[in-house]
Structures are given as structure tokens and as C-alpha cells.
């Protein structure tokens, strides 16, 4: 027997008409390219969300057919999400970072019909435009005075000039909840780009987990500054959750990485909460230490997509009284699997017992199952010791990549999503990521954390950053190896790091040798680059 209760599909659309109605004075801040800052409220926003519709609606597009985004964090893309996404298209954010070759791949592969793209990207475009036949056209992200009078790009037309004229009336279409909404392509180190297709229905429940207080608890009190990118997993979901409460949004345009412009947006604009990966917060932890400044409104950072080493945590909390809440996820996940938040019981916990769970990645909130096994595919405890692959289910979670049709081997034959990820869940359901399945070093039989001893090097005053490749050792099968680039001003010596993990980590885990470099490679996501590292250090030999 069926329920008697409204078959309301969940849609995106539904989180503009609640806002419009409900936040209309509500603003929204960007950096602009010449790096003034546009800011409207979401009444404005909605009222070019619709035009735009309207206009895409005469490009002769079909419920389905996917449109390309390649733009930074600002109003225009958070308008081309709704607008794409709302009217029954599929919005398909691109990484400006990647290598052309994938850009290329990843447009064909989707068969991206229409390109928005930020005037700075239209170098990057006018190369690849001829490997891209399937691009009816091109929308640049400004007016008209943006676009170059010797401009390669074939029926190129500017987003005001686009809008312009449209009415600011649309009709929302009832889709299938089941409906995709968005396509991101993870970067994948080896192989090709793999698509994510999310949908309706995936979105709006993730959103959910984010304004969720026991989760990521956005909500409207908040200012949010999201400067993990609007072309890379949705931004963490933020565009849907942010509105749907209504919280003040706050963008760096292109300056995403700019301690500077980080730092006076957070104090002018009153930013609580901020959303980013570890490196964006070096950047700007250090611009602060430099010039001798607090943060003053900032509560909150959610940090993921790598993980956050404890000298980040501490930093925060006691040079500007921020709360870091580490949270992990991936692309395949929308992208949030798990985040740190206290359970009942934890009011008076320690200031180290704190920073202890911090380093961890977080519990799994309702919507997210997560499981670990061994080789054998065999259950392990949540006891904080035993590490296994980490599978995970949910209904925000990939069932399958864009036209694979399961040849990815991803998922298991009953039915998980395998992440690629090693880790351990204390009895608390604290899970804590030890490595990528590609990168734990097996050293004798037993395998060693790379991440654990990165963090504990970042410990260390004079390191600015490190990596931990295993390397081949006739005894042990691998050993570690530490890279490392020393901090600003710091001349640290190979023999100071190696003393510096006495105590701190297992003693056969302490790194055979550190090498240091002026730079660790990282891909287009800002991860270190382990496969590079690798094949740099191909032929180094552990001392035995
Ligand atoms: P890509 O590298 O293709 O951009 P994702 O952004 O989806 O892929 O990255 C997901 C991966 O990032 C996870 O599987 C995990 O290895 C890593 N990751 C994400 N968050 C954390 C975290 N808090 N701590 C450690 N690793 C993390």
C-alpha cells in the first residue's frame, strides 16, 4: 500500500522559488576579473537566473543535452547553474586547470552542445576549438565590451547580450527528480576522465546534509565564502545548500588562492563560514601570520579533498579562535561522504583530545553507509586499528561514470562504490582516511600510512609542505620516502625531520630519507601529484 502524501519531485528549480520568496534581500558578493566586486541580492540573481532560461531555451537545446560552464566562482556561474540545471539541461562544470588534451576529451566525450566561458579562458579555447566540432556556439560570461575584436571563436555571443532582452518570467518544468543536473568529470591520474552524472533528486538530498546541524550545519546566519571552485564537484553542493537557507554568499572570482584577497573579503563581508581545500587556507593562514592580522568574523573552515594536517587545525583555532571541520569526499560522491562533528557526550572534551578527532576525516552522516574490507572483501571492525579499502552507498553516491556502463570496475557486485581510499573507523564511527589504495607503502608485509607521516613532517616549523613515496627496497619490498620543501626563511636539516618523528609515529615508519625540492607537484585539483613524484624518483634506492 502506497502512502497518501504529495509526489512532489525534488528539483533544483524548487530551491529558487523558495529563496526568491523567502531571502529576496539576501546578497551575494563577487570578485569581478578587474577586481572590484559585483554584489546583488538573490532577488537580482533570480531575476537573470530566468532570463537566462528563457534564452537558452531559443539555442534549440533538448531537455538532457548538456552545456559546458568553464568560469571561476562568481554571480554569472551560480546563475548558469540554476538557469542550466532548472530549465532540464545538464550543466557539465569544466576545470580550467587540466591539460587541454582532457578539456578536449571531456567536451567531446559529453558532447557539450553550448560553452560559457569567462573571457579569461577564451585563449585556452581558441586553441581547442577546432578538436571540439560538436560546440554549436559560445557564451562569454560578460558584455559585450568583453569580447576581442580578434576573437577566433565561431558564434560567440555575450551572456548580457544574451539576457538582455529575455523576460524575467519562466515556467520551471516538472522533470523527473531522476533527471540529470550537472556533469563533473573527476581528473583520474591514470586513464581518462571519468564523468559523474548527478541528478535532481541526488542534489537536493546532499544539499540537505549540508544545512543539516548535524552535519555541515549551513545556515542562515552564516556568510559562506566557498572557495573550493564552482567547476569542481558543484562546490561541495554549496550553490544549493547556501541558498535553500537563505546564508549571505560570498565569491573570489579567479582570485581563489590569494591570501590577500581571501583575508579582506572575510573581514569586509563578514564571512562565517569557509569552504575550501588545505592549500587555499595555507595561503591564507600565512598572508595573516605576515602582516600581523586576525580573523575576526570567520567561525568556521570546512576543509577537504586532502587531508588537513593538525599544524592547519592549530593554527586556526588559536591564533583566530576558527573551528577547522575536516570533511572528506570525492567527485563521485556530490562530493560529501563524511565531516567532523561532535556526538552527545563530547560538550567538555580536552583542547587535545579536540585536535586528536580534527585530524581525522569525520563520522558518516545520515545518507552516507560506509564499510571497509580487506582483500578478501571481508567486513573489518570500527575499532581504530584495522585499515581496509573504504566502500561507501547512499543515494548522493555514483551508481556508474557518464557511458561507462560499468567497465570502470568501481562498484562491487553487491552493489558499493569502491573509493580508492584505505582507512580505519574508530568505535565512535570516526573514519580516518591512511591512504589512497594506489600510494600505501608496503613495507614487509605491513602496510604504512604516507598521509600520517606527511602530516606529522607538516608538524615541523620548517617544513612548508611534504609527500611520502614508497620506494623500492630489495628487504622490505618499499620504504618511505619524504619530499619536502622547507618553510620560508628555514634552513632545516634532513637529520632535525627524521628526530622530529621520534615518538610522533611508528618507529619502522620513519621515512629512510628526506629529500628536499623547491616545489611538490600537484594536479589540477591542487593534490599532490604521487605519480609524478614517482617516476621522478623512479630510480632512488633506500639505504637498507
Ligand atoms: P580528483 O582528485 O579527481 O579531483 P576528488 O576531488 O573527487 O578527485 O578527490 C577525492 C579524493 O580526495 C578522495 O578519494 C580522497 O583520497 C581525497 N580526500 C578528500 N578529502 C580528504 C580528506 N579530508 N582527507 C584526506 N583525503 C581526502
New binding site residues.
Partial sequence: MHGLMMDNPLLISSIVEHADINFPDREIVSVTNDGSLHRYTYKDCFIRVRKLANALGKLGLKEGDRIATMAWNDNRHLEAYYAIGGAGYVCHTINPRLFPEQIIYMINHAEDRWLMIDPLFVPLIEKISPEIPNVEGYILMGDDNDIAENCKLKNLVSYESLINEESDNFEWPNLDEKAAVGLCY????TGDPKGVLYNHRSTILHAMALIAPDAMNLSNKDCVLPVVPLF??NSWGSPYGAMMVGAKIVYPGSKMADGETLYSLTEQEGVTLALGVPTVWLALLQYADQNDKKLNSLQRTI??????PESMIRDFHSKHDVFVQ???????MS?LGTVISLKYGMENISHGDLVELQVK?GRGMFGVEMRIVNDEQEILPWDGEAFGALQVKGPWVCSDYYKLDGAAGSHTDDGWFD???VAKIDPLGYMQ?TD?TKDVIKSGGEWISS?EIENTAMGHPGVAEAAVIGIESEKWTERPLLIAVKAEGRDVSKEDILKFFVGKIAKWWIPDDVVFTEEIPH???G?IKKTALRDQFSSYKASE
Fill in positions: 573527476t581528473s583520474g591520474t569542481h564537484v576543509i577537504g579533498g586532502a587531508a588537513v575536516q570533511a572528506w569526499g570525492m567527485t563521485e562530493p576525516q573509493t580508492g581510499d582516511i589512497r598521509i594536479t589540477a585539483t593534490k
